[in-house]
């Protein structure tokens, strides 16, 4: 897949510059070589997010580029921060709360980012805020404003990440679009049903509990017997995947339903202090070319060494017989020019593909494979995506109905 990057270009107008802004991503798509389902996503959420930060940052200019790769693509945005310290602190004084209260939801949280919060270093993610509005949502179920604001985000919902930088001089946004065929739908349009959820941490997941709360979750859906089982069995690999994790963290857990697909959606941060990073890697070094522990072993490698940082993902590698398969290259799909920064990106659709392209006349590859073909998650999932930022890992799981 090519990298593509774009020539910057600044707007001041977004209505009198989507012409230029327009033969930009028109250039891009081309480039890249977009599908036209994707091509137009992607210039809706160019549109839409121009959109957005012009109506925050009012009377100001932002630069405005693309980059990426037919899988992946990011839009970059960034603009002076104008604002001094004597500015925000008036802003703050008229607000009782000590907040900018004239705004809430989601776009009031990414405007509070831009107005008030650039005087020190600061970063706001949207999986951040996800995470944070699921967790309020399920302590306080007559709390919905929040969560209702951000389904009605057109930018939220298209986009399959967002983060603000802040320093003292520049704000940068970066909207992260994945084309991956499994999120064609999912992703991309309402789930016809969405579950409650469920949240899990490393001291509690040995409760047996957590697989009732699975079983009562996937009834909401009301799949057939067939798609049920599926997606339990789904679950309970994963649950088998997180108890092998030996960092600590808390995640939540739950189903959505489209007309096709069902999938399983996990999202967590892990606690990592410098100790425990250096616990993790002198760990990682033991387990290196380790015997087979199948493919949830290697998803669970995936997180654990992306968390420690994106060359560890590109070192691991398995033993077979006489040889070795590096699947962290093989399923990775954003491992290239300018995406490291965005963190690691796995999926089991890489994997496979890359896989199957080596097992020609090479009895190393041909184990991997078999051993693929045996797992239980590989057999059922249409795709699994792996994302790990930072401290932060995301895991969807797609099957179809």
């Not at 389902?37 to 992607?42: G, S, V």
């Not at 009605?152 to 802040?166: E, G, K, M, P, Q």
């Not at 579950?195 to 957590?210: C, L, M, N």
């Not at 965005?342 to 590859?365: C, F, H, P, Q, V």
């Amino acid at each position: 897949m090519r990298y593509v990057k774009t020539n910057h270009i600044k707007i001041a107008d977004v209505e009198a510059s989507l012409k230029e802004a327009n033969n930009l991503i028109d250039s891009y798509i081309l480039d890249v070589r977009l599908g036209e389902k994707d091509a137009l996503r992607l210039r809706l959420l160019c549109e839409e997010v121009m959109r957005l930060l012009k109506s925050i940052i009012g009377t100001g200019i932002f630069d405005f580029w693309l980059e990426g790769n037919s899988r992946v693509s990011q839009i970059y945005l960034t603009c002076d921060n104008r604002l001094d310290k004597a500015q925000k602190q008036e802003l703050i004084s008229v607000s009782s709360s000590g907040t900018n209260s004239s705004e809430t939801g989601f776009f009031g949280v990414l405007k509070s980012m831009f107005m008030m919060e650039g005087i020190e270093e600061e970063q706001w993610n949207l999986r951040d805020y996800l995470a944070e509005i699921y967790l309020r949502r399920e302590q306080d179920p007559y709390s919905q404003e929040a969560w209702d604001n951000l389904e009605r985000s057109l930018v939220a919902n298209l986009a399959d990440d967002i983060d603000v930088y802040i320093d003292r001089n520049i704000i940068k946004m970066v909207v992260t679009k994945d084309f991956s065929e499994a999120l064609a739908t999912i992703g991309s349009r309402v789930p016809e049903k969405t579950t409650q959820f469920t949240f899990v941490d490393s001291s509690k997941i040995k409760s047996d509990e957590i697989y009732e709360k699975a079983e009562d979750l996937i009834a909401e859906l009301d799949l057939d017997k067939k798609s049920a089982l599926h997606l339990k069995l789904l679950f309970e690999e994963t649950i088998g995947m997180l108890k092998e994790l030996t960092a600590d963290y808390h995640a939540a857990i739950w189903f959505e339903k489209y007309k096709h697909e069902c999938c399983i959606k996990l999202t967590g941060k892990t606690e990592m202090d410098q100790d425990k990073k250096e616990g993790l890697l002198e760990m990682a070094s033991v387990k290196e070319n380790s015997l087979a522990k199948g493919f949830m072993g290697k998803v669970g490698d995936v997180i654990e060494n992306g968390l420690l940082n994106y060359n560890n993902v590109m070192k691991l590698q398995q033993q077979y017989g006489g040889g070795y398969v590096n699947y962290g290259t093989m399923g990775m799909y954003s491992g290239m020019e300018g995406m490291a920064d965005s963190g690691i990106m796995w999926s089991l659709y890489e994997y496979r593909g890359a896989l199957k392209e080596s097992i020609d006349g090479n009895e190393t590859a041909q184990e991997a494979w078999d051993e693929l073909e045996k797992s239980i998650v590989a057999s059922v999932a249409k795709d699994v995506l792996v994302g790990v930022k930072g401290n932060r890992l995301d895991m969807t799981i797609v099957c179809e109905l």
